[in-house]
């Protein structure tokens, strides 16, 4: 493999914006420097006028493998994830048969290191009845410990008070939770059906799956890893008043020293209850994308460093599922490949900052999750690069939507943030603009 020069980049990276060269030399960054000396035998590339940015580490995403692979699989959706300059990825258990043995984690990692176009980590399922399981998981072994303290996609609620005890108790490494309160979701469902009958209106999820359930499940969570001093991260907030539960971390020092830290998703960032009107079933989601209030809350609780780490939840579902009625119509939505362009496309609105989406979609997902030698663009560190062209526009239509549900929620969306012209993975050019590449990738590793 060539060494690859990056020549005339601005590098926004921790917190800062600098003119600069980059040579990527056996996958690592080696160098970084606002001159290099290119040699004869290496790969130039000048990126002027173009910025360059540590790849997305996405938190949370469902590839659907196994045994759901008609929504999609690990090989199209980080295709797609690549697409979108996220370079890693951490997965969730809600396949099937569910993640939730330390042998089926090893047959994921297995499978993704045959067809996965980026780095991957994948969570260990909790159940109600698999807390031994859990006890034996070493704290490297997945990425994290998910909990469903919220019935969703699967069937992976834990819901038995005493297990919660035990799982927040064990969990060899991170929690993660999905926080819904179920039995509140229920009496709405009930509520609501005897209102509208089966054909609930889409925008009415933001009432069933309520600010309520919301902030029950979050609160539990929160104290159950005060109680047994637990490293939790709560995914997926979308209330204004769930923050209320969680410090702020201005800076990532900060951020390190905490206990307990919150995640918000792009969509939950991007759409509001309005979007419903013309989104339909495509934008229900668990939990639900709230109202515009919420919304703005949100973005400020990213701002201030409250929310500490931006992710999507990639939940493909066929647009069969999603054209059915209110009961039976999945929860989820596809997000990665156009992630990072609808964050810069809130950027040039003026909603966060690129140096704050960095910070949020990178450097904090490093910190928080341990990760050895990604997040920065660093010397010695892996080569994980995305280069955006800031001048460019994308109209996002049917026809490049790479995922194999074949939709986006963008559809028709002119994201003029900017466009992800090409993609490096361990130091490789995995996608140019045109194409996406086969490169070498590898399990994220972490430092516990
Ligand atoms: O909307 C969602 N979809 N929320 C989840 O928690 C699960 C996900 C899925 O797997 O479809």
Redesign the pocket.
């Known amino acids: 493999m060539k060494p690859i020069l990056l020549i005339n980049a601005l590098v926004i990276n921790e917190g800062t914006r600098r003119l600069s060269d980059v040579l990527i030399e056996r996958g690592r960054i080696v160098k970084i420097a606002s001159l290099i000396a290119a040699r004869q035998e290496w790969h130039v590339i000048d990126v002027k006028g173009k910025w360059l940015l540590p790849g997305m580490i996405d938190d949370q995403v469902?590839f659907r493998e196994p045994g759901l692979t008609h929504k999609g699989t690990i090989a199209s959706e980080s295709r797609a994830a690549i697409m979108g300059g996220i370079t890693s990825f951490m997965e969730?258990p809600?396949v099937t048969p569910p993640t939730t043995t330390r042998q089926a984690l090893v047959e994921k990692y297995q499978r993704a290191s045959q067809v996965s176009y980026a780095n991957y980590g994948f969570y260990f399922g909790a159940t109600n009845d698999n807390i031994e399981e859990l006890k034996r998981l070493l704290p490297s072994e997945a990425c994290g410990v998910k909990v469903?303290m919220g019935a969703?996609?699967?069937n992976m609620l834990v819901d038995n008070e005493q297990v919660l005890e035990n799982i927040f108790l064990h969990a060899p490494c991170l929690v993660a939770t999905?926080c819904e309160h179920t039995p509140t979701i229920k009496r709405n469902e009930t509520q609501w059906h005897s209102r509208y009958g089966d054909n609930i209106p889409p925008e009415e999820h933001a009432h069933i799956r309520s600010v309520e359930a919301c902030l029950l499940s979050s609160t539990q969570a929160v104290s159950l890893a005060k109680k047994h001093r637990t490293r939790l991260h709560v995914l997926?907030i979308t209330t204004a008043d769930e923050l209320a539960l969680f410090d702020a971390a201005p800076t990532l020092e900060a951020l390190c020293r905490k206990m307990i830290t919150a995640e918000a998703c792009v969509h939950h960032l991007f759409f509001n209850q309005s979007d419903y009107a013309t989104l339909g079933h495509r934008l229900?989601?668990?939990?639900s994308v709230k109202n515009r209030t919420h919304q703005e809350a949100l973005w400020k609780a990213v701002n201030d460093g409250v929310i500490d780490i931006i992710a999507t939840?990639h939940?493909p579902?066929l647009l069969s599922e999603k054209d059915r009625d209110y009961f039976r119509a999945?929860?989820?939505?596809p997000l990665v490949q156009h992630a990072l362009p609808a964050l810069l496309h809130m950027s040039r609105a003026g909603v966060f900052t690129p140096e704050v989406i960095v910070t949020k979609t990178s450097h904090a997902v490093a910190e928080r999750f341990q990760i050895k030698d990604r997040g920065y663009i660093r010397e010695g560190y892996w080569a994980d690069l995305v280069v955006i062209d800031p001048s460019k526009q994308g109209e996002i239509s049917g026809g490049e939507v790479a995922y194999r549900c074949g939709w986006s929620p963008f559809e028709g969306q002119r994201l003029s943030g900017g466009t992800v012209d090409m993609t490096l993975v361990n130091g490789e050019i995995a996608w140019d603009g045109t194409r996406v590449h086969e490169v070498a990738v590898m399990p994220i590793e972490f430092e516990r």
């Open positions: 469902h969730m809600n469903f969703s996609t699967g999905h997926h229900k989601c668990n939990p939840d939940a579902h999945p929860s989820g939505l």
